[in-house]
């Protein structure tokens, strides 16, 4: 069972997500770029705001979270992913 300091750290980072106006798809898409970068792996997405992508605050908070000793990085990753409303992809996190 997934405990409570978990399940608010990825409601951070959709929160995080919905503040700039990005998709729940896009908060995903960052969360996985930024767990792959804090276990030195590398990864094609763009941490920086560039065109449509406004990533960089949400990198930023992403990462606060991930590496946040208090909490398993792999566990907050699996809630952000395996949350039912990241499957509505398409709309913005404010929406959701």
Do not use: C, Y
């Not at 792959?36 to 992508?53: I, Q, W």
């Not at 909490?71 to 949350?83: G, I, K, M, N």
């Amino acid at each position: 069972m997934l405990n409570d300091p978990v399940r608010a750290a990825a409601e951070k980072i959709f929160a995080a997500a919905a503040d700039i106006g990005t998709t729940r798809q896009e908060a995903i898409l960052v969360t996985r770029a930024v767990h792959a970068v804090k276990n030195g792996r590398p990864t094609e997405v763009a941490l920086t705001d560039s065109g449509p992508h406004p990533r960089r605050k949400l990198a930023h908070v992403v990462a606060t979270v991930l590496w946040d000793p208090a909490l398993d990085a792999a566990a907050v990753v699996a809630e952000v992913t395996r949350s039912p409303r990241a499957a509505r992809d398409t709309e913005p996190a404010a929406a959701a």
